[in-house]
C-alpha cells in the first residue's frame, strides 16, 4: 500500500489531504523538489534540498523543519512504500489562512510527501532521441524559484503532446532558448556545449549543475551562454536533463532534424557519464 506523508502523519496516499483555504491551493504559494532513489538510496539528495532551502528563502518561507530531520522523515517514507526505484515528491506551501492575497506573518508552512514509480526513458528514446516543439516562454520571472506555479509549464508540455512530441523547447521574446517545459536544455556546437545561464529565467536543475561538474572533470567544453531557437536548429546535437529524463537526445526539433537526426557522440558520451555517476552514488546500474 502505498503511503504519503502530511504534516507530521504518515497516511494512506488515498487518504492525503490538505485544506481548502492552503495557500498552495489557492494561490500556488509554495514550492516543490523531486529526488529520485535507486534501491531507496537518494540521488543528488544534498543539492536537491540545498535548491529547497533556497527557493523557501526567496519567497519568505519557514523551513518546515531541519534539513537533518526532514532527510529521516524522506527515509522513513521510503520505507513505508513498496517502491526499491522511484520518485519522491516534496512540497512546501506557505501554509493555511483565510483566503486574502495579503498573507499573515509567521504561518506554518505545510509540508507534504509522496513516493511515485521512477518512469526513466526507454531504450528507444536514448538509441533514437526524442523530438521536440519550440513554444513561447510565458511564465513568470522567477523561474529559478522551483515554484509550483506550474500552468504556463503544462501548456507548453500539453502541446508538445498534441504535436506528438516529447518535450517542448521555451523561448523568450528575444529568440532565445531558455529552457524546456520541465527540463533543462542543450546545444553542442564544435565540441562545445552550450546551455543558458543560470539566471532568473531558468531553474538551476540538479542536473545541470551535475552535469557541469562532469564536464569539469573529463576536460568537456561547458559554456553558460544562451543560444538562439536558430542556432539550436542548426546544432550539431541537442539534449536536455532532469530528474526523470536524465540525459536525453532531441533529434528532431520543429520537424526538422537535428545534426545527422541520430543521438551524436558527446550525448552519447555524456548519458554514460551519467550513468557512472547513478552507480558511483547508489551502486544501481542499468543493463
Known amino acids: 500500500m502505498r503511503t504519503a506523508y502530511v504534516n507530521g502523519e504518515y497516511v494512506p496516499y488515498h487518504r492525503a489531504q490538505v485544506a481548502m483555504e492552503d495557500r498552495g491551493y489557492q494561490f500556488a504559494d509554495g514550492v516543490y523538489e523531486v529526488v529520485v532513489f535507486f534501491g531507496r538510496r537518494l540521488l543528488d539528495e544534498a543539492l536537491h534540498l540545498k535548491r529547497l532551502e533556497r527557493s523557501l528563502a526567496e519567497l519568505g518561507i519557514t523551513m518546515p523543519m531541519s534539513v537533518a530531520a526532514l532527510s529521516l522523515v524522506i527515509r522513513e517514507l521510503m520505507a513505508r512504500n513498496p517502491y526499491k526505484n522511484g520518485l519522491i515528491y516534496l512540497q512546501v506551501t506557505r501554509g493555511v489562512a483565510p483566503r486574502n492575497h495579503l498573507f499573515a506573518p509567521h504561518l506554518t508552512p505545510v509540508l507534504t510527501m509522496a513516493v511515485m514509480p521512477l518512469k526513466s526513458p ?37 502541446a508538445a503532446a498534441r504535436a506528438g512530441a516529447y518535450e517542448a523547447l521555451l523561448v523568450d521574446e528575444h529568440g532565445m532558448v531558455t529552457e524546456g517545459s520541465a527540463t533543462n536544455a542543450y546545444m553542442i556546437k564544435d565540441g562545445v556545449i552550450y546551455t543558458h545561464p543560470a539566471t532568473n529565467e531558468i531553474l538551476g536543475g540538479v542536473r545541470r549543475t551535475v552535469l557541469q561538474r562532469i564536464c569539469e572533470e573529463t576536460q568537456m567544453q561547458f559554456r553558460e551562454v544562451a543560444f538562439s531557437l536558430e542556432e539550436a536548429k542548426r546544432a550539431d546535437e541537442l539534449f536536455i536533463t532532469s530528474a526523470s529524463s536524465n540525459v536525453l537526445p532531441i533529434t528532431t526539433l520543429d520537424g526538422q532534424p537535428v545534426g545527422t537526426g541520430r543521438p551524436g557522440p558527446l550525448t552519447q558520451r555524456l548519458i554514460e557519464l551519467y550513468r557512472d555517476h547513478v552507480t558511483q552514488q547508489t551502486g544501481y546500474a542499468w543493463n
Open 122 to 158: 526507454s531504450a528507444a528514446m536514448l538509441e533514437k532521441g526524442i523530438t521536440a516543439i519550440s513554444q513561447p516562454d510565458m511564465r513568470w520571472g522567477r523561474c529559478d524559484i522551483k515554484s509550483i506555479g506550474l500552468l504556463a509549464n503544462s501548456l507548453a508540455k500539453n
